[in-house]
């Protein structure tokens, strides 16, 4: 079993930024993928980035590519999340994920544990 917690959100302008980082506990040994979602109000839960166990890959959707960066510390079963030049349209609640095995990273679907989320709002 495994417990994940989000912190690190908070109310910014555009252009500003922020570092996610997700906490994880238990029976971390069997979480060898980790990924980033978001859901904004009436929109279905999306993906934004994920990690592999080793950090050495790392996967981004098209709408945070370039401004976003995901990193982990398995020593601190931590992993993060860089945003950079948040938008508007960044503004959503931020979900961190995890399971043994994925096949399909971006789909919320191949994930069994997640984290209560952390709200992050972007004004304009």
């Known amino acids: 079993q495994v417990q994940l917690v989000e912190s690190g959100g908070g109310l910014v302008q555009a252009g500003d930024s922020l570092r996610l980082s997700c906490a994880a506990s238990g029976r971390t040994l069997s979480t060898y993928a980790k990924g980033w979602f978001r859901q904004a109000p009436g929109k279905e839960r999306e993906f934004v980035a994920a990690?592999?166990?080793?950090?050495?890959?790392?996967y981004y959707s098209d709408s945070v590519k370039g401004r976003f960066t995901i990193s982990r510390d398995n020593a601190k079963n931590t992993m993060y999340l860089r945003m950079n030049g948040l938008r508007p349209e960044d503004t959503a609640v931020y979900y961190c994920?995890?399971?043994?095995?994925?096949?399909?990273?971006?789909?919320?679907?191949?994930?069994?544990?997640w984290g209560q989320g952390t709200q992050v709002t972007v004004s304009s």
């Open positions: 990690i592999s166990w080793s950090g050495v890959n790392a």
């Open positions: 994920a995890a399971d043994g095995a994925v096949q399909s990273i971006s789909v919320p679907d191949q994930y069994k544990y």
